[in-house]
């Protein structure tokens, strides 16, 4: 069964033991990882501490070397990428993925959870079928005004929302987004962190970033990763005020300092 915890909710998402290894290096390193039901959980750790592997794993697409993901209660560890989809995973990568040649409705309605198959898929699209659901997506999203415009004219930020929505519109109960605020001016990353907690109130959310300020707008709990393991998790207070955490990665960030006696984040 699903773990409840003291707050009442459960674990949407367990990752047990888990150790990727590729030639001998261990991306992720005996790893337990847990989310709960309804949360934002932000994951930081400087370039090649395992964060996309930990998704890649999540997701089906890299098989762990031992260990396994439960995904409620459901193990995803030898399901195919597909698979996990329908079970409710979906999941948004740094470079948008969309269809550019077709207008911003036209991707929304492509991405809805019950459309099956191309033709299919595209017959529904001038049918009008789904228009309902893709225009309440539109409207989370702040594209509404542009729903009939090409994707491909839309700005940088644009796109990454649209793929947001074309992910919100396959209605997953878990969303992993890997850093969405990349080549983002400041104001379209303050509107990215408006949109993610926005969609945290209705899904669950994993969200990888590097961006300390925009971290700080968004998160509650972070989980910090170096050399496959957590180092650290706690709230943004406890984390940027972590000895070890500055010493490996919050350093480079030149709006934190360490304070050795605040370091009160449980170190693993």
């Known amino acids: ?4 915890h003291a707050n009442g909710a459960e674990d949407i998402l367990r990752v047990e033991k888990v150790t990727v290894s590729f030639s001998g ?9 847990t989310v709960k039901r309804g949360e934002l959980r932000v994951v ?5 501490a395992g964060k996309s592997t930990l998704l890649d794993v999540i997701t089906g697409k890299v098989r ?12 995803l560890t030898r399901m195919r990428e597909q698979a996990i989809a329908r079970l409710g995973i979906g999941r948004k990568f740094q470079t948008p993925n969309i269809f550019k040649s077709l207008t911003v409705l036209e991707n929304l309605m492509l991405a809805q959870k019950a ?3 191309v033709a299919a898929t595209l017959t529904a699209v001038f049918a009008g079928n789904g228009k309902s659901r893709a225009f309440e997506v539109l409207e989370t999203i702040g594209l509404a005004a542009k729903a009939h415009r090409k994707a491909a004219v839309l700005a940088h930020g644009e796109k990454q929302w649209l793929e947001l929505g074309m992910v919100m519109a396959q209605d997953p109960d878990l969303l992993l987004v890997d850093e969405p605020v990349a080549g983002m ?3 379209e990353s303050e509107r990215t962190g408006e949109l993610l907690m926005a969609m945290a109130r209705k899904h669950t959310l994993i969200v990888i970033e590097h961006d300390m300020t925009f971290v700080r707008q968004i ?11 957590i180092l650290c998790e706690g709230t943004v207070n406890e984390v940027q005020n972590n000895a070890k955490v500055i010493e490996v990665y919050l350093g480079q960030d030149k ?6 006696s605040q370091a009160i984040c449980s170190v693993r």
């Open 1 to 4: 069964m699903l773990e409840p």
């Open 25 to 33: 290096f261990k991306a992720i390193d005996d790893l337990n990882f």
């Open 44 to 48: 930081i750790g400087p370039n090649g």
């Open 64 to 75: 762990p070397t031992t260990g396994r993901v439960l995904f409620r209660n459901r193990e």
């Open 115 to 117: 459309m099956r198959g």
């Open 185 to 187: 001016t400041p104001r």
């Open 219 to 229: 998160a509650t709990m972070i989980t910090v990763l170096d050399e496959g393991k």
């Open 255 to 260: 709006g934190l300092h360490a304070d050795d």
